[in-house]
T-cell receptor, first 114, second 116 residues
Framework: AQTVTQSQPEMSVQEAETVTLSCTYD???????LFWYKQPPSRQMILVIR??????QNATENRFSVNFQKAAKSFSLKISDSQLGDAAMYFC???????????FGAGTRLTVKP | DSGVTQTPKHLITATGQRVTLRCSPR?????VYWYQQSLDQGLQFLIQ???????AKGNILERFSAQQFPDLHSELNLSSLELGDSALYFC???????????????FGPGTRLTVL
């Protein structure tokens, strides 16, 4: 079964600085999708960024980018120019291309210091 | 706002009772997913429905059931409730395309269930 590991339960970053959140996953499949979701105090799950495993180019969305290393099964999230509104729980998620069972990591709580 | 709606926002009930959570997907989305987020188990996939049919099943207890109606809204029924069922229940929806197109799930605001 696929598992997703987020090894950093908590991270903090100074406002305007850059922070990287780690995620590794275990799978024997070659075709899958990876996601980062943000959960602010409101508890709403908000999609941050997504990556298709067959694409070599790393996804970017404004201040958010990923470092996708398929061979290493690593999918880290980089947040540039951190803002106070970025403070939240961040979840890494894996979904096989063959089914819609999405597996989530345990989450990383990000604190942004003014 | 993701476009996915869930009602009610909060639900407080007693052990042994039965409750129904409701979800309306984004316009055009055919798939509905249910997730449970509890403190000790994290986010867990429960079940998926696609255009009225069950498509995938995760860690869903036998006391729980779901269905998707012709108008594509979905209901999650939780019965014989236990203290451990207290959690945040999310509904998500997606288009569910074929081929290699990425099928992103968009989450509703969740229903917080408290079992006393």
């Amino acid at each position: 079964a696929q598992t997703v590991t987020q090894s950093q339960p908590e991270m903090s970053v100074q406002e305007a600085e850059t922070v990287t959140l780690s995620c590794t996953y275990d799978t024997s499949e070659s075709d899958y999708y990876l996601f980062w979701y943000k959960q602010p105090p409101s508890r709403q799950m908000i999609l941050v960024i997504r990556q298709e495993a067959y694409k070599q180019q790393n996804a970017t969305e404004n201040r958010f980018s990923v470092n996708f290393q398929k061979a290493a099964k690593s999918f880290s999230l980089k947040i540039s120019d951190s803002q106070l509104g970025d403070a939240a729980m961040y979840f890494c998620a894996y979904r096989s291309a063959d089914n819609n069972d999405m597996r989530f990591g345990a989450g990383t709580r990000l604190t942004v210091k003014p | 706002d993701s476009g996915v709606t869930q009602t009610p926002k909060h639900l407080i009930t007693a052990t042994g009772q039965r409750v129904t959570l409701r979800c309306s997907p984004r316009s055009g989305d055919l798939s509905v997913y249910w997730y449970q987020q509890s403190l000790d188990q994290g986010l867990q996939f429960l079940i998926q429905y696609y255009n009225g049919e069950e498509r995938a099943k995760g860690n869903i207890l036998e006391r729980f059931s779901a269905q998707q109606f012709p108008d594509l809204h979905s209901e999650l029924n939780l019965s014989s409730l236990e203290l451990g069922d207290s959690a945040l229940y999310f509904c998500a929806s997606s288009v569910t395309t074929s081929g290699r197109a990425i099928d992103t799930q968009y989450f509703g605001p969740g229903t917080r269930l408290t079992v006393l």
